[in-house]
């Protein structure tokens, strides 16, 4: 991780690159040829870059005239029939729409992409992600019609636009490798702990309850996990072990938290270059 030090873990994480068969119809994994590694827990999952920046989020008013749109498949995502779009570095498949608790209503898949760590020149990746939004969202970003995807990827406020407003967008985490828990929240807290400045009790609290969520808890490959963004200071955490979730785990409240993870993905230096960039050239794409 850059710019953040892992504290490594005396007990040597194995990891198995031989793969179980694909669960259907969600995802399924490519076989690495690779051998099995073995990896210090921390240095494993240490997934996310790291900034030391203070945000204070902002309401604003917002247009709820529905606009409907459909992505057309680009280097960074394939369509696999009417339903999905596949993840092509791991094959991991994405509904091109789909319903979440506490949503409003269906959500539309923007872009996808994957994160990937490096082990001795070795690339491991670690999951793959796809960014849904509620489609009212596009009606907010007229001023930025005709802007090619290398300008969208290099417009701050056109993300900071998206993550403003108070319509829902969300996160689809699917893991390819198994994680333990505390390994998976001490990447997250290591990315977004920096991002807070001088943080206050709501949101120590916040990251209290984002912490009980995953402590203790084995993540295994094919999970699902959701981060739903309802408006800039509310945020809903839904973790799956077997298809779209049923039910919120968590309701995560304090504005400097939930723009700091968002900002992990899609501000300066994202964790998942991919995924930015496939956002980016479906926006490209819609806003024409």
């Given at each position: 991780m850059v710019g953040a030090s892992a504290i490594p873990i005396p007990t040597p994480l194995s990891l198995?690159?031989?793969?179980?068969?694909?669960?259907?119809?969600?995802?399924?994994?490519?076989?690495?040829?690779?051998?099995t590694l073995s990896l210090c827990q921390t240095h494993y999952f240490s997934l996310l870059l790291t900034f030391p920046l203070h945000f204070s989020p902002h309401n604003y008013k917002h247009s709820r005239r529905q606009t409907h749109f459909s992505l057309?498949?680009?280097?960074?995502?394939?369509?696999?029939?009417?339903?999905?779009?596949?993840?092509?570095?791991?094959?991991?498949?994405?509904?091109?729409?789909?319903?979440?608790?506490?949503?409003?209503?269906?959500?539309?898949?923007?872009?996808?992409?994957?994160?990937?760590?490096?082990?001795?020149?070795?690339?491991?990746?670690?999951?793959?992600a796809g960014l849904y939004v509620n489609p009212s969202i596009l009606s907010?970003?007229?001023?930025?019609?005709?802007?090619?995807?290398?300008?969208?990827?290099?417009?701050?406020?056109?993300?900071?636009?998206?993550?403003?407003?108070?319509?829902?967008?969300?996160?689809q985490i699917v893991l390819v490798r198994d994680v333990d828990g505390k390994t998976f929240w001490d990447a997250i807290d290591d990315a977004i702990s920096p991002r807070i400045k001088a943080p206050t009790s709501i949101d120590e609290s916040a990251l209290s309850t984002f912490r009980s969520i995953f402590q203790g808890r084995p993540l295994k490959k094919g999970t699902f996990i959701f981060l739903t963004w309802l408006e800039p200071s509310k945020m809903l955490v839904c973790v799956s072990l077997d298809g779209l979730p049923s039910n919120v785990e968590a309701t995560i409240e304090s504005g400097s938290v939930t723009l700091a993870l968002f900002d992990v993905f899609f501000g300066n230096g994202p964790v998942s270059p991919s995924l930015k960039d496939s956002v980016a050239k479906g926006l490209t794409t819609i806003l024409k």
């Open positions: 198995s690159l031989s793969l179980s068969p694909p669960i259907p119809r969600i995802f399924s994994l490519r076989r690495i040829s690779n051998p057309n498949a680009s280097s960074s995502s394939s369509v696999v029939g009417a339903e999905y779009t596949e993840e092509p570095a791991t094959a991991v498949k994405f509904q091109r729409s789909l319903s979440l608790p506490g949503c409003s209503g269906s959500l539309s898949l923007l872009g996808t992409g994957y994160r990937e760590k490096i082990f001795a020149i070795i690339g491991v990746k670690v999951y793959a907010e970003l007229n001023a930025w019609k005709g802007q090619s995807t290398t300008k969208i990827q290099e417009i701050p406020s056109l993300f900071n636009s998206i993550f403003q407003s108070p319509l829902e967008k969300s996160l």
